[in-house]
């Protein structure tokens, strides 16, 4: 295993160029001189909301509020729910190979980070399908990317985030909250410093840091660890590939959805799935998919054309489903599910 240090002055001046952060996991993933398990730190300088690949902006963001208060939006080509992140996050993940089990593993990618938060008093837990809550707010959420036989998953510990603005910036589907129990972004969040030791409470992120590493290298010797500077060039790549989807401004928006319906249900264990779709004259003429669902490279299009002209009948659809090939694309959700998500007037979001 491999530790990208991301800390020196040059680093740090190159991640305060806008997208260069979200491109980080495609450049570790796909740069040939990587071919091992990677672990790397990353925390924003500025505050920012970062959407998961397949979300609709305009349904999970308040985009006044955000534009008012200069806070950046940006996507990530990895799956998983809208995040609010600021200086008062701190951000790991790890890069490693596929052998057939590890990938969304997001459990064992997660332990080191729980770990080290029971050393330092947080009663931390894993709950549903990709969080770390305490107390049952939630103060971590992670996402995965997968290209070829590689994959990246990490997640964000919030430790001093500005709650009330991540409340205020993020407007996610009240079929989220409804299935957490809970009624607002702000009730089911948490910073986790005021549950650290008292030992622990003034740590640096430094030190948090520190902590992470003797964890994720079973070592105390922080000089041991096989450590791996970016070069000149490797910024180039990382900014080339910043300089395509991730700076522009219809990858990181999307097109704004003007259908008549909008039908959204959270799913146990996959995540909220999203359906904006037309009907006339008893005929589907077009459909959109959305979610936080973590399958980032699935295919949602072949999905919306597959449903498109069809009857708007149970039977219909569910035949459509069947042949989109759903697990490879969304993940562990029936053909009847969707159907039923479409036709169901229960399922109907309000924004």
């Not at 790991?92 to 990938?103: E, I, K, L, Q, S």
């Not at 330092?120 to 837990?125: K, L, R, T, W």
């Not at 003034?202 to 030190?207: S, Y």
């Not at 039923?340 to 924004?351: A, I, S």
Request: charged share 25%; glycine share 8%.
């Amino acid at each position: 295993m491999l530790f990208v240090d991301l800390s020196d002055p040059i680093s740090q001046q190159h991640l305060r160029k806008p997208g260069v952060g979200g491109s980080l996991s495609t450049f570790f993933i796909t740069a040939d001189q990587f071919t091992d398990t990677i672990f790397h730190f990353s925390r924003p300088f500025e505050a920012s909301v970062v959407l998961g690949v397949n979300q609709d902006a305009y349904s999970e963001v308040n985009l006044d509020y955000i534009k008012q208060q200069h806070i950046h939006l940006s996507r990530r080509a990895a799956g998983g729910g809208a995040v609010y992140v600021d200086h008062g996050n701190l951000t790991y993940a790890f890069v490693d190979n596929d052998d057939g089990t590890d990938y969304l593993n997001f459990k064992k990618y997660a332990t080191p980070a729980i770990n080290v938060l029971h050393q330092m008093g947080v009663n931390a837990e894993m709950t549903g399908r990709n969080d770390l809550t305490v107390d049952g707010k939630k103060f971590s959420g992670m996402s995965s990317l997968k290209i070829g036989n590689r994959f990246s998953c990490g997640g964000t510990l919030m430790i001093d985030v500005d709650l009330d603005r991540a409340a205020k910036a993020l407007t996610p589907p009240k079929t989220k909250l409804k299935s957490k129990g809970v009624k607002s972004v702000h009730s089911r969040v948490t910073n986790i410093r005021q549950y650290f030791l008292p030992k622990y409470r003034d740590i640096t992120f430094a030190g948090i840091k520190e902590l992470m590493l003797k964890e994720v290298f079973s070592t105390d010797d922080l000089a041991s660890i096989p450590t791996y500077k970016m070069t000149a060039s490797d910024w180039q790549e990382v900014e080339k590939i910043a300089s395509g989807k991730f700076n522009d401004p219809d990858f990181i928006m999307g097109t704004k959805r003007d259908d008549d319906f909008f039908h959204g249900e959270h799913f146990d264990g996959l995540g909220t799935i999203e359906i904006s779709f037309s009907v006339n004259d008893g005929i589907i003429t077009h459909a959109r998919i959305f979610g936080n669902f973590n399958k980032a490279n699935g295919d949602l299009h072949a999905i919306e054309d597959q449903i498109t002209g069809v009857p708007f009948r149970e039977d219909s659809l569910v035949e459509a489903f069947r042949i989109s090939h759903l697990s490879d694309n969304i993940g562990q959700i029936s053909p009847q599910q969707m159907a039923e998500l479409m036709l169901d007037k229960q399922f109907r979001e309000v924004n």
